[in-house]
C-alpha cells in the first residue's frame, strides 16, 4: 500500500474516532462547546501531521495524546490571559433540575470535576472510554503503577466526594468495575 493511501486509510479511521475524541474532551472541558474546540483543533493537528503517525501504533493513543498536549499547552497559555468575569459563573446562575436522575448525574459530574485533573483523567481513559491500562500509560506518559495508583484513588476520592461509604465489605467501585 502507498504512502498516499495509507495516510487516506488513516484518516479514514480518524472520523471514527471522534465520539471518544469528544469523551475524552469532556474530561478537559465541562462547557460542550469547549469540548467540541477542543477535538477540532485535535483534529486539526492531527490530520496536519498524518504523516508522522507510525501504522501499526493505535491510532486512539496517538490522537488522545495530541488532545492532552493541546489541551496542557491551552491551559498554560489561558492561566497567563485571565481577563474578566470568572469561567464558573455561568454555572452559579443556572437553575437545578427538577428530575431525580438529572440532579444524581449532576452531582456524580461535579464530584467528578472536583477531583484533581490527573485521577479525573484516568477515570475517564480507563473506567468511561474502556481504554487499557498501557494505553492510558502511553496517553499520559507515565508507568502503568501510575494508573492503577492513580485510577484507584480517584475511585476512592469519587466515593468521598459523593458521601458513599469506604467499608471494605460494600461494593467495590463507584465508577464501573475493577480493571
Given at each position: 500500500?502507498?504512502?498516499r493511501?495509507?495516510?487516506?486509510a488513516?484518516?479514514s479511521e480518524v472520523?471514527l474516532?471522534i465520539p471518544?475524541?469528544?469523551a475524552?474532551?469532556r474530561t478537559?472541558?465541562?462547557r460542550?462547546?469547549?469540548a467540541d474546540d477542543?477535538?477540532q483543533?485535535?483534529?486539526i493537528?492531527a490530520l496536519g501531521n498524518?504523516?508522522?503517525?507510525e501504522?501499526?501504533?493505535r491510532l486512539?493513543?496517538?490522537?488522545?495524546?495530541i488532545m492532552r498536549?493541546t489541551?496542557?499547552?491551552?491551559f498554560k497559555?489561558r492561566?497567563?490571559?485571565t481577563?474578566?468575569?470568572?469561567?464558573d459563573?455561568?454555572?452559579?446562575?443556572?437553575?437545578e433540575?427538577?428530575?431525580?436522575?438529572?440532579?444524581?448525574a449532576?452531582e456524580?459530574?461535579?464530584?467528578?470535576n472536583?477531583?484533581p485533573?490527573?485521577h479525573?483523567?484516568?477515570?475517564?481513559l480507563?473506567?468511561?472510554l474502556?481504554?487499557?491500562y498501557?494505553?492510558a500509560?502511553a496517553?499520559?506518559?507515565?508507568?502503568?503503577?501510575?494508573?492503577k495508583?492513580?485510577?484507584?484513588?480517584?475511585r476512592?476520592q469519587?466515593?468521598?466526594?459523593?458521601?458513599?461509604?469506604?467499608?471494605?465489605?460494600?461494593p467495590a467501585?463507584?465508577?464501573g468495575?475493577?480493571?
Amino acid at each position: 500500500m502507498s504512502t498516499r493511501s495509507a495516510d487516506q486509510a488513516t484518516r479514514s479511521e480518524v472520523v471514527l474516532l471522534i465520539p471518544a475524541l469528544r469523551a475524552f474532551a469532556r474530561t478537559f472541558c465541562p462547557r460542550p462547546e469547549d469540548a467540541d474546540d477542543l477535538v477540532q483543533e485535535t483534529l486539526i493537528k492531527a490530520l496536519g501531521n498524518i504523516d508522522r503517525y507510525e501504522p501499526g501504533t493505535r491510532l486512539k493513543s496517538w490522537m488522545f495524546t495530541i488532545m492532552r498536549n493541546t489541551f496542557c499547552t491551552r491551559f498554560k497559555r489561558r492561566s497567563r490571559e485571565t481577563v474578566g468575569l470568572p469561567e464558573d459563573i455561568a454555572e452559579r446562575l443556572t437553575t437545578e433540575p427538577s428530575q431525580d436522575w438529572a440532579v444524581q448525574a449532576d452531582e456524580v459530574r461535579r464530584a467528578l470535576n472536583r477531583l484533581p485533573h490527573h485521577h479525573r483523567e484516568m477515570l475517564i481513559l480507563i473506567v468511561m472510554l474502556g481504554e487499557r491500562y498501557e494505553d492510558a500509560a502511553a496517553i499520559c506518559g507515565c508507568k502503568i503503577g501510575t494508573v492503577k495508583s492513580r485510577l484507584n484513588r480517584a475511585r476512592r476520592q469519587l466515593r468521598i466526594e459523593l458521601g458513599e461509604s469506604l467499608d471494605e465489605n460494600g461494593p467495590a467501585s463507584v465508577a464501573g468495575t475493577e480493571g
